[in-house]
């Protein structure tokens, strides 16, 4: 195996292909001597030269194209220094700079590789996500960090538990883990980052945690994959006196008989399950018959403003919380701010409530 620089293209129907740059200087541009040919009519006939820097980076020289080339998105002047993931455009021709291994006997000689590519609008395309560099930088500890919200008794107002929260503080990244995932899902990374805000999490609270629940979430795309159950089954052995909730999303309830063995094998390591946002969209009720969760948490807008609601809609309330106790789950509210909504819930039959009224995040860095 060796250590090969290329260019990563994605074409119209969404196919990903790589030019592996095996000598340098290597000539971009329309005309067909060159060593990566581009058959678009925005790029000059020479366009640009990459080629190795005295420093030992790879620079990028625009040949002065007509179109320009672009470095995320940047139009370069004269020439510049290229890093692993940076997004390259010449004229509106899009590759992401791969740094990869390949075996040293499937690679061609370079003048088999004489790429050819077909150009689209004069625009820059977005076929690869801003910041790829910097998301490797979070997913390896940088910027990475998290909090804890209480979860208390309905009633007494103790702590029962805390649900474990994802936290950024990158610079160069979004500041919220919607919009965080949002980044990662262009780049079908979800399950990258939803692994490294739990392994964060874990490692950082756990210590203060003993017998506590500590609830946690899990992208849907990783929640029945046997990698998922390995993590787990590590973190068990890490952390045997904490007690585990892996919170299921809706979404990723859509087997029956896959649900249930999942929740078999948690069972087996001592590790429990929620059902998160229920009522956020299709009530799980078969599901709640067939495979009970340990705890059903009520989505907010269940619960938002339920002490203002009519009569209808806390009987509607009132009756899925039953539910889920003969189903002989736990049901919590998701939430409450105020101690009118607190109180609604009580009377309704919640045993946990959790939000801004018995307790904000705790940032890890208080702790």
Request: proline share 4%; hydrophobic share 40%; net charge negative.
């Amino acid at each position: 195996m060796e250590t090969q620089w290329a260019l990563e293209s994605v074409s119209p129907d969404g196919t990903r292909s790589q030019f592996l740059i095996t000598q340098l200087p290597c000539q971009i541009g329309r005309a067909k001597d060159n060593d990566l040919v581009i058959s678009d009519l925005g790029l000059s006939r020479v366009h640009a030269t990459l080629a190795t820097d005295i420093t030992g980076k790879l620079r990028l020289i625009d040949e002065n194209s007509t179109n320009g080339t672009f470095v995320n998105r940047n139009r370069i002047e004269g020439y510049c220094l290229l890093k692993k993931n940076d997004i390259i455009h010449f004229a509106s021709a899009e590759f992401r700079l791969r740094l990869i291994q390949v075996e040293h006997h499937s690679v061609l000689p370079f003048d088999q590789m004489n790429t050819m590519l077909i150009g689209g609008s004069r625009s820059l395309s977005e076929h690869f996500a801003p910041n790829e560099a910097e998301f490797d930088e979070l997913i390896m500890g940088h910027g990475l960090s998290g909090a804890i919200q209480p979860i208390v008794d309905a009633q007494t107002r103790q702590i029962f538990g805390y649900e474990l929260l994802g936290r950024i503080s990158h610079p160069s990244l979004p500041k919220t883990p919607i919009e965080l995932f949002s980044l990662a899902r262009t780049m079908e990374r979800e399950v990258e980052l939803s692994a490294a805000f739990r392994e964060f999490g874990i490692q950082k609270f756990a210590q203060h945690l003993e017998g506590k629940s500590l609830f946690f979430n899990a992208h849907p795309k990783e929640m029945f994959s046997e990698v998922f159950l390995t993590s787990l089954d590590q973190v068990r052995h890490t952390t045997p006196k904490l007690r585990l909730v892996v919170e299921i999303h809706e979404s990723a309830v859509t087997n029956i008989k896959q649900l249930r063995g999942f929740a078999s094998k948690l069972a087996s390591q001592d590790i429990r399950i929620a059902y998160d946002d229920f009522g956020a969209g299709q009530a799980r009720l078969l599901e709640l018959a067939d495979v009970p969760a340990d705890f059903v948490k009520f989505d907010i807008a269940l619960i938002r403003g339920l002490h203002l609601a009519g009569p209808r809609k806390r009987q509607v309330v009132r009756d899925l919380v039953q539910m889920v106790l003969s189903s002989g789950s736990i049901p919590l509210a998701e939430g409450v701010e105020s101690e009118d909504e607190a109180k609604v819930c009580v009377a309704l039959g919640f045993k946990l409530i959790q939000g801004f009224l018995t307790g904000k995040p705790i940032p890890a860095e208080l702790l």
